[in-house]
C-alpha cells in the first residue's frame, strides 16, 4: 500500500484565493482526520470523519474551512477565501476500524504545506 | 478542558536511555495515550500506545501509573537517528463524544 496520499506537497496562493488539498486514506481505513501544524500551536485536529461522516468539526477555524469525504477513498480542505494566517502544514491522517477512537494508531501522510501571501 | 503537557525539549549522548513524561489531566479509565515520532518535513509516525501499566515493543516502552495522570516513554539506547519531535496524544472520552488533544511536542536531540 502507498499510503495516505496527499496533494499537492506544496501551495503557494495569494490571499483571497481558494485553496483545496487532497487527500487519499489507506484502503480499508474508515477515519480519516485533518490536522494543521504550525510552530506556534503544535498540530491541531481540524476534524475527522468515520465511515465518510463528519463526526467532530469543532477545530475547524471558521466558516472559511469546509472539509468533504464524498467516498472512502477521497477527502478535500477547502479555504475560501485564504488568509496568509492560514499559512501552515496541514495533514492528513487515517486509521482502521476501532473499537474507540483512539484506540488505533494513525497514518499519517507527507502533508501538504501551504503558504498564503 | 482536557490537556496533554509534555517538555518542549530534551537532550541526550548517544547510547542513553531517554524518558519522556507527558501530563494529562482528566483522562478517562479507557482512554488510550499514542506517541509519535516526527522528522523535519513528514507526517508523525506511530510508536507506541497503550492504556495503562507497561506496554513494550521493538523500540520503545510506554509506562503509566495507577493514577494515569501522567505517561513515560521510554527509548532505550538512543542513537542519533532518533533526533526528532516527539508528539503525545491522548483521546479523551466522555458525555458521549471524544476529545483528540496533542500534545506540543517533545523536540528530542541526541549528542554524539
Known amino acids: 500500500d502507498a499510503g495516505v496520499i496527499q496533494s499537492p506537497r506544496h501551495e503557494v496562493t495569494e490571499m483571497g484565493q481558494e485553496v483545496t488539498l487532497r487527500c487519499k486514506p489507506i484502503s480499508g481505513h474508515d477515519y480519516l482526520f485533518w490536522y494543521r501544524q504550525t510552530m506556534m500551536r503544535g498540530l491541531e485536529l481540524l476534524i475527522y470523519f468515520n465511515n465518510n461522516v463528519p463526526i467532530d468539526d469543532s477545530g475547524m477555524p471558521e466558516d472559511r474551512f469546509s472539509a468533504k469525504m464524498p467516498n472512502a477513498s477521497f477527502s478535500t480542505l477547502k479555504i475560501q477565501p485564504s488568509e496568509p494566517r492560514d499559512s501552515a502544514v496541514y495533514f492528513c491522517?487515517?486509521?482502521?476500524?476501532?473499537?474507540?477512537?483512539?484506540?488505533?494508531?494513525?497514518?499519517f501522510g507527507p502533508g501538504t504545506r501551504l503558504t498564503v501571501l | 478542558l482536557a490537556k496533554t503537557t509534555q517538555p518542549i525539549s530534551m537532550d541526550s549522548y548517544e547510547g542513553q536511555e531517554v524518558n519522556i513524561t507527558c501530563s494529562h489531566n482528566?483522562?478517562?479509565?479507557?482512554?488510550?495515550i499514542t506517541w509519535y515520532q516526527q522528522f523535519p518535513s513528514q507526517g508523525p509516525r506511530f510508536i507506541i500506545q497503550?492504556?495503562?501499566t507497561k506496554v513494550t515493543n521493538e523500540v520503545a516502552s510506554l509506562f503509566i501509573p495507577a493514577d494515569r495522570k501522567s505517561s513515560t516513554l521510554s527509548l532505550p539506547r538512543v542513537s542519533l537517528s532518533d533526533t526528532a519531535v516527539y508528539y503525545c496524544l491522548v483521546v479523551y472520552s466522555g458525555a458521549g463524544s471524544y476529545q483528540l488533544t496533542f500534545g506540543k511536542g517533545t523536540k528530542l536531540s541526541v549528542i554524539p
Open positions: 491522517a487515517s486509521s482502521p476500524p476501532a473499537s474507540g477512537l483512539g484506540s488505533n494508531e494513525q497514518f
Open positions: 497503550g492504556y495503562k
Open positions: 482528566n483522562i478517562a479509565t479507557n482512554d488510550y
